[in-house]
């Protein structure tokens, strides 16, 4: 597996108003796209499908809602993965090689939040097919969601090494780069190499990504003004 960078550490944001980050949020429910399994990822970009291995097919993942409407906790949800991952995991014993097996265990512990479980069953999938852009984009989802920033985008900057006009590990790759590290600049450049090298991006999709660089566009705008604010407070 790629070596991966250590967890985030934390960094000083300035102060973004509250319509930016609104405006932010709102384009990504829009676009129908989270930060963790995208399992819409083909919608987004929209071209002409690929040979697929097992390991990269579209997987379903079932969680069974609890009686009374009763959201579960993390421990709850927890024993639900281990149950439904529990065939899978003996089958892999014979079988550890198997990198479906391991992407779906990876995804059934993603789906019910158990993010560092699926990194490690993703991270062992890219370990055997380290150049299967749509698992790696997978692991810097857990990883993300697990904490690791730095780790997810090094995942994602190491995909793009093999497929470097991904649509979707370039999206994530900005979103990413806004939400974990604070990186205005570095979304907007993610997401502008998106639109210039996917011509063929769906009007609407082009329109939510342009959203976000305008949001983006602007949080830039904020933290300029904080820090020359800041160059004029007196002590």
């Given amino acids: 597996m790629t070596a991966m960078a250590g967890k985030s550490t934390a960094i000083d944001v300035p102060i973004v108003r509250p319509g930016v980050v609104s405006a932010i949020a709102a384009c990504c429910l829009a676009a129908g796209i989270l930060i963790g399994y995208l399992a819409r990822g083909a919608e987004l970009a929209q071209s002409t499908p690929q040979k697929t291995s097992r390991s990269t097919a579209a997987l379903s993942v079932s969680i069974p809602a609890l009686a009374n409407g009763h959201v579960p ?29 391991l992407a779906q265990i990876g995804a059934i512990y993603h789906t019910t939040h158990q993010f560092k479980e699926s990194s490690a069953y993703y991270g062992r999938a890219v370990q055997l097919q ?10 810097a989802s857990s990883l993300y969601r697990e904490g690791d920033a730095d780790g997810a985008i090094a995942q994602l900057n190491q995909a793009l090494t093999y497929a470097p006009t991904d649509a979707n590990t370039l999206f994530n790759l900005g979103m990413i780069k806004l939400q974990g590290q604070g990186d205005a600049k570095g979304a907007i450049t993610a997401w502008q190499k998106l639109l210039k090298t996917n011509p063929q991006l769906s009007p609407e999709r082009k329109t939510e990504v342009q959203k976000l660089m305008s949001a983006a566009t602007t949080m830039i705008g904020d933290q300029d003004a904080s820090r020359t604010a800041g160059a004029h407070v007196h002590p």
């Fill in 73 to 101: 906790t993390l421990g709850e949800m927890k024993q639900m993965a281990d149950k439904q991952a529990a065939p899978l995991l003996e089958k892999l014993k014979s079988h550890p090689d198997d990198t479906a097996l």
């Fill in 130 to 139: 380290p150049k299967d852009v749509a698992l790696r984009t997978k692991l």
